[in-house]
């Protein structure tokens, strides 16, 4: 599990394809490795990846075709600069939202504007992924949590202040860029949970649709 702030951003050293999947190798400094062990998660940009070596300054870890498919980590180079989050610490403070790190897919800036100091993003997201997406919620973009401002019909725009355009990659993106995307999880267990109560007898369940309406929430 992650929160969304970044820790620091590194560059990839090499990408080495094994068959369908690949060994990716990250130049870490800045982030501190002291603590971390083998078999420890850390989140590129978003991503959730498994450590299988490592020293002060850099780690390796497996690349699965699963994650291939859903990611476009296959597309990273030698020089790449990538955002890194360890994984969060129970006791940990939580200054973004919670983060699984399990991309639900890859979305494409259409648009940047700068806007005072801070810079707005137009995002269109894949198809299927606009329906948890809501103004005011948040959304994970290449692992840095961050508000939805506003939800179009295909799109959605993020403000994105000097510190985290500075502290991230998201300083760098260009009209094109193709980034990943994690909604938040709340959205995806309350409509699996109001899919199952659907589902079921409803004198099993107490949530409903009507409910979640009665309780303050909106379609």
Known sequence: MFTGI???VGR???SVRQGDDLVLD?????LDMSDVQLGDSIAVNGVCLTVTQWDADSFQADVSAETLRHSRLGDVATGDKVNLEKALQLGGRLGGHLVSGHVDGVGTLVERREDGRAIRLRIMPPEGLARYIATRGSITVDGVSLTV???G??????????HTA????IGDYRVGQRVH???DMIARYTERLLQSSHDAD????????????QQGYRR
């Open 12 to 14: 990839i050293r090499r």
């Open 26 to 30: 990250v130049g870490s400094a800045g």
């Open 202 to 213: 409803e004198s099993s369940s107490g949530m409903t649709l009507a409910w979640l309406v």
């Open 166 to 169: 500075r502290e991230t990659i």
């Open 6 to 8: 970044i820790q620091a």
């Open 153 to 162: 019909a295909k799109d959605f725009w993020l403000n994105v202040v000097p």
């Open 149 to 151: 401002n506003t939800v």
């Open 181 to 183: 995307l994690e909604a």
